[in-house]
Structure formats: C-alpha cells, structure tokens
C-alpha cells in the first residue's frame, strides 16, 4: 500500500537522489536533467507524495490563491467571468476559491471573513447590489490587503477594474434616438441604493436629447433570468407602452423578445430591443439581437494584472485607480435601421389583444 503524506526523504531514499535533488526536479528546475525529473516524478506518484504547500506559504507569505467573491451565482454574466478569472488564474499559478453573497451585505461580509481566514493573497468582489456601503472593502484597502471591486464607479479609495456601464448604456440609447425613437423604455435592475450606471447612461441620453423621462418608461425585473425579462416586458408595455426598450442585460431580453412574439407584435417594426453585455444567445434568437459589448477577456486581464500588482507589492500599496474598458454597439435585426417616427408615436404603441 502506498505511504500516505510521504515526505521528500522518501523519494530520495527510493530513488536514491538527494532531498535538494527531489526538490529541484519536482519544482520542474532545469538544472536536473528531464530523465531525472521524470523518474522523481514517477517515484512521487508511487508514494502519494503531496507538496506541503502551507509550509511553502509561511517561507514565501503567499498561498497563491485568490478569493472571488460573486454577488449571484445565477447570474450567467458573472458565471461566464468567474470562469474565465479562474483559467486565467490558474494559468499564472493561482489556485481560486469562490464564495457567493446573494446579494445581500451580510452575506458579502461573511465571505471576506471567511476568505481572510483562509489567507487568501487578495480579493476580486462583484459586490452584492441594492447597497453602496463599502466601508469592509475600503477597510481592507487601507489596511493594504489587495483587492479589486469588479464593478464601475466613483473613486472610493478601493481599486476598481469593469465595463463601462454607464458609456454602454448611452451609447445604447443614443442608437435608438437617432433611429427616431422618442418613447424609449428600459427593463433595469438598479436599485436606488445599489449601482446605477446603465440607469444614469440611459438618462443621460434621454436629456441631452431633451427627451423628459417617464417614470413608467422604467421597470425593474425581479431576477436576471428570461423568464423576469418576459414579465417586466409585459409590465413595461402595459403602462408606458414604448416604441424602442434598453434592456440592461442580454438574457433579460431574451424573455422580452419572446413577450413581443407572444403578442405579435413584430422587432424591430413595432417594438426595437437593444440589449447589454453580447451574450452568445442573442445573436441566435428568431431576430437578433443588438447589444453592446465589451471583451470579456481584456476585462479579467485587465482585473488580474492590478490585482496581481498589488499582492506583489507587500507593504504600502500603490494609490487606488479605476480602470473602465470602453464598450462598443454590436447593431443587429432588433433595431433595425433608421426610420421616420410617425405622428401616431406621439400616442402608445398598441399591443394586440390589449
């Protein structure tokens, strides 16, 4: 039966190699010859040798592993990124540890208790929204722990690296009013005390437009799913009755476009849709759909570099900095090309069957 925990002594003694030899060829040095290492290797596999890693974490002060720390799981935005932070991680190293807050603080503070506890080298956050109390991250920042905030905002003395949320936005919305849109809803999450730069892109455009916004022009789906797309849709079509919907991410608006197939009305004649973050999804619908995009991978490069800075940089760390990626329109079928707004929009798009 295989030694269990077997120690360095004991693949030098199987194989007759020194311990500083073991250890030069299991950390793949090339100053032992391959054949050696393989033969090292082999002998470590043999006797379920595993590398004491919290011994090397005391001699180096890392333990080479990141905390991310997701405010929904069922999010499939921030699913496909902490995908992609944990391949790019692991390929300079980097072992990832994820924890979840649900989108509440209490949930969010637990989880970089705990991540503390475990020694993490730093933190990557999508903090819980609903709330702008950061006081625990920029605690953290201040006492020189690294982390990085993977949303946009003001400079809160905590690095922050994402999408530029609110450009996304207007630039979306400057798309439909220069199609001729005036009646322009949005199907939003942002909550008044959470993050509100789709919301404040979108009102942007409506003002320098000199469009005065409706308050029933914005409805806040209740998940980010399709089927809270599908509902906030019928919400937003049964009060304000738009002519064009930003909708703030991609999968929400799939349930808005099976909305408007349900009720016939056509995309983009009758009703256009512009989406958020280009998920492979909407290009694929009945009518495809336009959206803004952003390069994911630029994002976690981009997010992991300064996170990756500041863990080397022990001690006092460089000024905190904001970082935004710049997003562009992706204009497909759901908005359609430019058109004259007739008279009849000064009135409510009729929904058939209402």
Not at 201 to 215: H, N, S, T
Not at 300 to 320: D, H, S, T
Request: glycine share 8%.
């Amino acid at each position: 039966m295989n030694k269990p925990g077997a120690r360095l002594a004991d693949i030098a003694e199987r194989t007759g190699y020194s311990k500083n030899t073991v250890s030069l060829a299991l950390r793949e040095s090339p100053r032992i010859p391959e054949a050696t290492r393989l033969l090292i290797r082999q002998a470590a596999h043999e006797l379920n040798y595993l590398p004491n890693h919290i011994a090397k974490s005391l001699a180096s002060r890392e333990t080479k592993t990141v905390g991310l720390i997701l405010a929904d799981i069922t999010n499939p935005i921030l699913t496909e990124t902490s995908k992609a932070i944990e391949k790019a991680l692991a390929k300079l190293g980097y072992g990832t540890l994820f924890a979840t807050s649900n989108n509440t603080l209490r949930e969010e503070i637990a989880a970089v208790e705990m991540f503390r506890s475990r020694q993490v080298d730093g933190l990557l956050v999508y903090p819980a929204r609903g709330h702008r109390d950061y006081r625990h991250l920029i605690d953290l920042r201040q006492a020189n722990f690294p982390v990085v905030m993977l949303i946009p905002g003001e400079a809160i003395g905590v690095d922050m690296v994402s999408v530029d949320e609110r450009l996304g936005a207007y630039k979306a919305v400057r798309h439909l009013i220069d199609l001729g849109h005036r009646r322009i809803g949005t199907l939003d999450g942002s909550n008044p005390g959470g993050n509100r730069q789709k919301f404040d892109g979108y009102l942007e455009a409506l003002r320098q437009a000199d469009i005065p916004f409706e308050p029933d022009w914005q409805v806040e789906p209740a998940g980010f799913t399709p089927a809270a797309g599908y509902w906030a849709m019928d919400t937003l079509m049964s009060t304000a009755r738009p002519s064009a919907v930003f909708v703030a991410n991609d999968y929400i608006a799939v349930g808005a476009v099976r909305w408007c197939q349900k009720r016939g009305l056509r995309i983009p004649e009758d009703v256009a849709l512009i989406g958020f973050d280009n998920l492979e999804i909407g290009e694929f619908l009945g009518t495809p759909l336009s959206s803004v995009n952003y390069e994911t991978d630029v994002l976690v490069r981009m997010a992991i570099e300064r996170l990756l800075r500041l863990i080397k940089a022990r001690g006092v760390l460089p000024e905190p900095r904001v970082t935004l990626v710049e997003p562009e329109l992706v204009i497909r079928d759901s908005t359609g090309h430019a058109r004259r707004v007739p008279e009849a929009e000064r009135q409510a798009v009729a929904v058939p069957g209402s």
